[in-house]
């Protein structure tokens, strides 16, 4: 590993990984999130420092005891607004970026300072988070990094078109998109079942493969999308 790590064909390069699940507080004891081991995303941070990259992952509360891939700098985070923050500081420096993170859509729009009684039966208001590929888009057309940027679409149903969507409407270089309803793909299995989308109209399909092997062609993809092969 450390003899590829040098002259890997991502040597030089900076790569940003998210990962995990956000959690976002409604009390002291409660919280929204969503279903994510982070696994693919550390699957992901591995390969890259396989192939020589520094590499920055940026880890969601759900993922918070899942140990950190040798020489990988890591980043804990809570809420989506906090993993907003570190992944657009990183993204300013970084060739690649990676959003393998399941981010929660919507938090509620009041944190309460003191635990909800359960008496209360709340109705819990929620607002939007920020989408962080948009941010990253923007902050891309201004300052060209990070030059490819990569996202994933989770989806239960019409996976290409919806993951097609996501492709333009977010400008990414590429969408790795799975199918959650699919028993052998997703959370908390060690497999996964994809499609790689890329501009054009162009769809690869991978075969059911581990994380680790989804994650070795992914960054196979991005060194060929950053012309570093
Ligand atoms: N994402 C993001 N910021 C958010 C939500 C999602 O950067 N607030 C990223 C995810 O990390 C992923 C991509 O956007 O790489 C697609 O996420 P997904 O949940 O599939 O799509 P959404 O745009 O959130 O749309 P929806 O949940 O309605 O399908
Ligand atoms: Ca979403």
Do not use: C, W
Request: proline share 5%; aromatic share 2%; glycine share 8%.
């Amino acid at each position: 590993r450390l003899a590829l790590s040098r002259n890997g064909p991502l040597a030089g390069k900076h790569v940003v990984v998210s990962a995990g699940g956000t959690q976002e507080p409604l009390d002291p004891v409660r919280y929204l999130t969503n279903r994510s081991s982070g696994k693919q995303g550390f699957a992901l941070a591995q390969a890259a420092l396989d192939l020589g990259a520094r590499v920055s992952l940026v880890v969601g509360a759900t993922a918070a005891l899942l140990p950190t891939p040798t020489g990988a700098q890591r980043t804990d985070v809570e809420t989506a607004a906090q993993m907003a923050e570190a992944v657009l500081e990183l993204s300013r420096e970084a060739d690649v970026l990676i959003m393998a993170a399941a981010v929660a859509d919507f938090r509620p729009r009041q944190v309460q300072a003191h635990k909800i009684k359960k008496s209360a039966l709340p109705k819990i208001e929620l607002e939007h988070t920020q989408d962080i590929l948009l941010a990253v888009a923007e902050q891309r057309r201004r300052a060209g990094r990070p030059e490819v940027v990569v996202g994933f679409a989770a989806e239960s149903e019409r996976l290409l078109e919806n993951a097609r969507e996501k492709l333009e409407r977010k400008g990414l270089s590429m969408v790795v998109a799975n199918d959650i309803s699919a028993p052998d793909a997703g959370f908390a299995v060690d497999t996964n079942r994809v499609f790689l989308l890329l501009p054009g109209g162009v769809v690869e399909r991978l075969p059911l493969m581990t994380k680790g092997e989804v994650a070795n062609e992914v960054l196979r993809r991005v060194v060929r999308l950053l012309g570093a092969g």
